[in-house]
């Protein structure tokens, strides 16, 4: 039978808020083990594959999901008994179903959420894509005022500029499921 185990913590968010420090920085803590595969985004899509985002690059960025259960419990089968074990996947504090899933299945995690300025979030977010190549749009307001456009168009949520920085309704939201005592937010600019 295969090994595994489920994540004591999660990283949850925001995108280009400082995730990818933070969990590099964890991952050297020798009472922590974090996943192997920064943001596997398995609790986006609840066992089932990722949703066909239609943006550019979201058809190949959907191939590097992990959605089926055994590959998720199997990025910690390499914890030791001692360790907490950890994942880091961003936009679980953005996407509402997401949340859900995680209190249904990791009631007691705890939960650490890092956020940025809004606007410096998005800046960052937009320069991204664009230095990537895959960002259409020279302009980042024009790009942030075609957002729901492109929500409607089924472009995946790295595209949703001004909704990843809506912080508000999405901790409130996480606070409905957990209590506070199993959160903690953490300033980017503080932690930098």
């Not at 910690?76 to 880091?88: K, L, M, P, T, V």
């Not at 995946?156 to 499921?177: K, T, V």
């Amino acid at each position: 039978p295969r090994g595994g185990r489920l994540p004591d913590f999660l990283l949850v968010g925001a995108p280009k808020a400082g995730t990818t420090a933070l969990h590099a920085a964890l991952a050297r803590h020798p009472e922590l083990f974090l996943s192997p595969v920064k943001e596997p985004k398995y609790y986006l899509c609840g066992d089932s594959p990722p949703p066909a985002y239609k943006g550019p690059g979201d058809a190949h960025s959907n191939r590097e999901w992990i959605w089926q259960r055994q590959r998720y419990l199997d990025l910690f089968a390499g914890a030791g008994d001692e360790q907490q074990a950890g994942e880091s996947t961003p936009f679980y504090l953005y996407h509402r179903d997401a949340r859900r899933r995680i209190a249904t299945d990791l009631p007691r995690a705890k939960l650490v959420a890092v956020l940025r300025d809004p606007v410096d979030r998005a800046y960052s977010n937009w320069m991204h894509l664009w230095a990537d190549g895959l960002e259409p749009c020279a302009d980042v307001v024009e790009a942030c005022e075609r957002e729901a456009r492109r929500i409607d168009e089924g472009w995946a949520p790295f595209w949703h500029y001004r909704g990843l920085g809506m912080y508000g309704r999405q901790l409130w939201d996480l606070f409905e499921h957990f209590p506070a005592e199993q959160m903690h937010v953490i300033c980017s600019e503080d932690f930098f």
